[in-house]
């Protein structure tokens, strides 16, 4: 059982709302990632980071930004929600990349 | 063209039948990753592999490195066996080494 956690799970708002998708593990892993995957479609990296303080933008532009202030929390926020955001988004991490990936249960947001 | 192709798109099956996804890529790569993911969304890695062959229970993942292919093969499929299988690869060079690109996922349904 991997033990990382994300909230909410699902997650109906309004266009123009700042809204942050929470993302936490306890299992020490340095390096962390955000996934967007649209329904029957593949995942595409929006966001990593491989230890505090660091952070990079993924392959899929995104409009959203994280940080990185404690090992063990990757919060992402849209500043501005629009109905182009609504998608599923995915935390992983894992120890390095010599190692698997450990992914959170997902968040399911949609924007009205 | 994908960097990371799967066949069959789709797949069904009646309980109790061998079953063979596989997944071709056209880079070089650090490693190759096997993942479950169920309606509701929740990913689970299976294996992960840089050769040669890996078998968990009736799940078995094969890696030929010359022919940049890999097969996931599950051996007397159940229904609750029924869920997205997504192959994904890491990046071999530079600063993005070990990063994952995926493929868009075998839908696998076994019936009763």
């Known amino acids: 059982e991997a033990d990382i956690y994300q909230t909410p799970r699902y997650l109906v708002i309004g266009t123009g709302k700042k809204i942050t998708l929470e993302c936490s593990q306890t299992?020490?892993?340095?390096?962390m990632y955000w996934y967007q995957q649209d329904p029957g479609m593949e995942l595409h990296l929006i966001h990593y980071?491989?230890?505090?303080?660091?952070?990079e933008k993924g392959d899929l532009s995104s409009e959203s930004t994280v940080s990185r202030i404690r090992t063990e929390h990757f919060p992402l926020t849209l500043e501005s929600a629009r109905p182009s955001h609504t998608s599923q988004y995915l935390c992983?991490?894992?120890?390095?990349?010599?190692?698997?990936?450990?992914f959170g249960p997902g968040t399911r947001l949609t924007v009205l | 063209k994908n960097e990371v192709e799967q066949s069959p798109q789709n797949l069904t099956a009646q309980e109790g039948e061998f079953i063979t996804i596989n997944c071709s890529y056209s880079?070089?790569?650090?490693?190759l990753h096997w993942l479950q993911q169920h309606p509701g969304g929740g990913i689970v890695s299976l294996f992960m592999?840089?050769?040669g062959k890996k078998k968990h229970g009736r799940l078995i993942a094969t890696i030929n490195i010359q022919e940049k292919h890999s097969s996931l093969h599950i051996t007397a499929s159940h229904p609750r066996d029924s869920a997205v299988y997504i192959c994904?690869?890491?990046?071999?060079?530079?600063?993005?080494?070990?990063?994952?690109?995926f493929g868009q996922g075998t839908i696998l349904t076994v019936h009763p």
């Open positions: 992983a991490s894992r120890k390095d990349v010599y190692n698997e990936q450990f």
């Open positions: 299992m020490g892993h340095d390096k």
């Open positions: 980071s491989y230890g505090v303080n660091s952070t």
């Open positions: 880079v070089g790569i650090s490693a």
């Open positions: 592999l840089s050769s």
């Open positions: 994904a690869v890491g990046s071999a060079g530079g600063t993005s080494y070990g990063k994952l690109t």
